[in-house]
């Protein structure tokens, strides 16, 4: 299981915390953060503590899996943050959190992270 952590500014009651408390709720390894209230946690992270410096406010949010950055100015889409977390189907289905299906799977969206090479979704094996 992967452990992510989004630092923000001015975390509120949004769909994306909404969605990280679901996903906590079976399980997941997942936190946010409100970089401008949680300064003990910018400080333990050195890698979001140099972003910060050099670049100031403008470069919330970010995201981290396992203690990589791996998108930093704007949120992960919902259905990566579900993949990035790596729980099974059946806890995401028992969280209550409705999955989208992808470009790969005939919907509108293209270029989806969740499709394979074969342009199978992932999201629903």
Do not use: W
Request: proline residues 2%; contains cysteine.
């Amino acid at each position: 299981m992967n452990t992510i952590q989004i630092f923000d500014l001015n975390i509120k009651n949004d769909d994306l915390q909404i969605l990280v408390d679901k996903l906590k709720s079976v399980g997941a390894q997942i936190d946010r953060y409100n970089v401008l209230l949680a300064t003990d946690e910018l400080d333990k992270n050195i890698k979001i503590k140099r972003l910060y410096d050099a670049y100031g406010e403008k470069i919330f949010p970010v995201t981290m899996v396992n203690g990589e950055i791996v998108k930093v100015e704007e949120n992960l889409e919902p259905e990566q943050i579900i993949m990035q977390t790596k729980i099974s189907m059946k806890k995401i289905i028992q969280a209550g959190i409705e999955i989208k299906k992808c470009g790969g799977c005939g919907c509108s969206k293209s270029n989806c992270a969740s499709c394979d090479s074969k342009k199978h979704c992932n999201l629903n094996n």
